[in-house]
């Protein structure tokens, strides 16, 4: 059974940096690409916003680019997202997961609440 568990939210004022964590048990991440996506409140879909590939190239959504880092520990089978200049309009619930296809199923953690405000 695969799990995800995010990690490293709260609360943070703008300008600030927050780091969050992805675990993943069950499948090893290391031969696959992991993305990070976001929901924000009163949205229903999740906004992709960064993607690692299997050897380590990273993309970003042009709302983050300049600003998260993506990076991955494949050892500790986690990946990782970095946000610094956080502005109000980062506030999400954060999510990771492989690309749709790569697992079978839906194996989706709780998220970590990231909320910017002053």
């Known amino acids: 059974q695969v799990q995800v568990v995010e990690s490293g939210g709260g609360l943070v004022q703008p300008g600030g940096s927050l780091k969050l964590s992805c675990a993943v048990s069950g499948s090893m991440i290391s031969s696959y690409g992991m993305n990070w996506y976001r929901r924000a409140p009163g949205k229903t879909h999740r906004e992709l916003v960064a993607?690692?590939?299997?050897?380590?190239?990273?993309n970003y959504s042009e709302a983050v680019k300049g600003r998260f880092t993506i990076s991955r520990d494949n050892a500790k089978n986690t990946v990782y997202l970095q946000m610094n200049s956080l502005s109000p309009e980062d506030t999400a619930v954060y999510y990771c997961n492989p690309p749709p296809g790569v697992w079978k199923d839906d194996y989706w953690g709780q998220g970590t609440q990231v909320t910017v405000s002053s």
């Open positions: 993607a690692i590939t299997s050897g380590g190239d990273a």
